[in-house]
């Protein structure tokens, strides 16, 4: 299916972008339109610019409306989607600290993508890479008791925080690191003195 959103990506459009290849259509074509334009191709549905159903709506990012056109009910979307909001629309309060930081990151990768294509690509890593790190952290609505899978709980102390440090990073996701097959290694055994 083809997908229609203005150019000059940013965070939400980057963020929706990525939500749809991984919870909509994964094989998502992506054609851009210049800002401000409303001549949409018939056959693409667009997202991200006014009037259309998944765009902005009552104080909410494009993200948080595909969440509710889809019925995408997961914690981890919905703090994405705060995330985005705080940046993207007019909030009153500032709760989550990550959302400048994202914000910037995506900004440098729309300047550092040669187009917004590239860029769409290159957010999908960030995106991924933020899905993995706030599940790894749990959510405000997951229990606090939770356990792994097949751990029993048999302790009555609170749950302590995860070190990220000490945890095996998510090798799928290293991997699909623009299609290279990982990160470089960071063995230095076999570089000379």
């Known amino acids: 299916m083809q997908w229609v959103t203005w150019e000059t990506v940013g965070i939400d459009r980057m963020g929706c972008a990525w939500l749809i290849r991984r919870q909509i259509d994964p094989s998502a074509q992506f054609l ?19 009037g259309v159903r998944l765009s902005h709506h009552r104080g909410h990012c494009s993200f948080s409306a595909f969440l509710s056109t889809y019925e995408l009910h997961d914690p981890v979307l919905e703090r994405i989607a705060r995330i985005i909001d705080e940046v993207d629309t007019v909030q009153e309060v500032e709760l989550e600290p990550a959302a400048a930081g994202i914000d910037l990151v995506c900004r440098g990768l729309r300047r550092i993508s040669p187009d917004d294509a590239t860029a769409l690509e290159r957010g999908a890593v960030l995106y991924e890479a933020l899905y993995a790190q706030l599940a790894s952290e749990g959510s405000s609505s997951v229990a606090a ?38 990160l470089p290694s960071l063995d230095t055994s076999n570089e000379p003195a």
Do not use: H, K, M, V
Request: glycine content about 10%.
């Open 32 to 50: 851009f339109i210049s800002e401000g334009s409303s001549d949409l191709p018939a056959d693409a549905e667009p997202f991200d610019i006014p």
């Open 145 to 182: 008791n939770a356990q792994p899978l097949g751990e029993p709980s048999e302790s009555t102390d609170p749950p302590r925080r995860r070190d990220p440090y000490r945890e095996a990073p998510d090798q799928g996701a290293l991997a699909r690191w623009e299609g290279e097959g990982g």
